[in-house]
């Protein structure tokens, strides 16, 4: 594959930046990456297994001279990494994000980017329960979804190039306005992802199942529920701190199900049970149709 950029600068050195230097650097894509982390202790773990061309000890030194700089920090510390590396943004280039929300990214960096570049709000659906620089592998975005978000009156040149690079390291791509990608994400991810936290809360309280229990016997459904809930608990503070009307709509909704569940139960009326199980796992198949999981068993997830 050919060049798309001259330099991409990561800020932000977890689980989605390192899948993606690596993925960069497979299909030749870039000519330098340089990157930088908050953290000393990330950026000499970064040195020590070969992670980016450059380890900055800045995230001005960083951006300084790249043409795409993409941001992979928690949505709570995008308005002062904007503010930071404002100044030392070239003319003509391009800043992205990976942050699962978008109306609040767009507030906090939107303002802070200077005159001549370019802003394009971004989200790849990938990720494992993973975190740090350690975790990255570049096959992570291969038929994943990449959502582009781009802003009013953005350049339509700078999107495309965004939209190439992340073809070219196999995600499926499609644009989305801000707002609606808000409330997608809040179905598909973030209320099942606050669900999944509460479940695995409810046993650590319950007092007459032990933790030994709660380990040893989890089955699929439970085991799945810690997965998940294993997840970066700054990301997800910062998730939910910033798509709250979203996400308490979903839970609003979720929780009127929850009752008429509640209902179904209590008064044993089975018909009800088995309709709705039977139209729910109609989703399920079309996610597997989709290729964006599989049918074998443990969803094929391999033994850690």
């Not at 409810?202 to 294993?230: H, K, Q």
């Amino acid at each position: 594959m050919s060049q798309i950029y001259d330099r991409v600068a990561l800020i932000g050195l977890g689980l989605i930046a390192s899948s993606l230097y690596w993925a960069i650097k497979r299909d030749g894509l870039a000519g330098e990456v340089t990157g930088y982390a908050r953290s000393a202790e990330t950026r000499e773990t970064a040195r020590e297994i070969g992670l980016c061309d450059r380890i900055c000890e800045s995230a001005v030194e960083a951006v300084e001279g790249a043409d795409l700089v993409i941001l992979c920090v928690p949505v709570g510390a995008m308005d002062q990494v904007a503010r930071e590396i404002a100044p030392a943004l070239q003319a003509g280039a391009t800043v992205t994000d990976v942050g699962s929300v978008k109306r609040a990214v767009i507030d906090a960096v939107g303002p802070h980017i200077p005159e001549g570049v370019h802003f394009v709000p971004s989200h790849p659906l990938a990720g494992t329960e993973h975190s740090g620089p350690r975790s990255g592998f570049a096959e992570l975005f291969e038929q994943r979804w990449f959502l582009l978000v781009p802003v009013e009156g953005t350049d339509g040149d700078a999107v495309d190039r965004l939209e190439s690079l992340w073809q070219a390291i196999g995600s499926k791509t499609v644009r989305m306005e801000a707002d609606h990608h808000d409330l997608v994400l809040a179905v598909t991810s973030h209320t099942p992802h606050l669900i999944a936290y509460t479940m695995v809360g409810v046993a650590d309280d319950l007092s007459r199942v032990t933790d030994s229990e709660v380990i040893n016997y989890s089955a699929a459904g439970f085991r799945d529920f810690t997965r998940i809930a294993a997840s970066d608990p700054t990301m997800w503070r910062d998730v939910f701190l910033n798509n709250k009307d979203a996400t308490l709509e979903i839970l609003g909704r979720f929780t009127e199900e929850l009752f008429a569940l509640q209902r179904a139960i209590r008064t044993e009326d089975g018909d009800m049970l088995h309709d709705y199980f039977t139209r729910t796992r109609a989703i399920r198949r079309g996610i597997i149709e989709a290729g964006q999981d599989t049918d074998a068993p443990d969803f094929g997830r391999t033994k850690t």
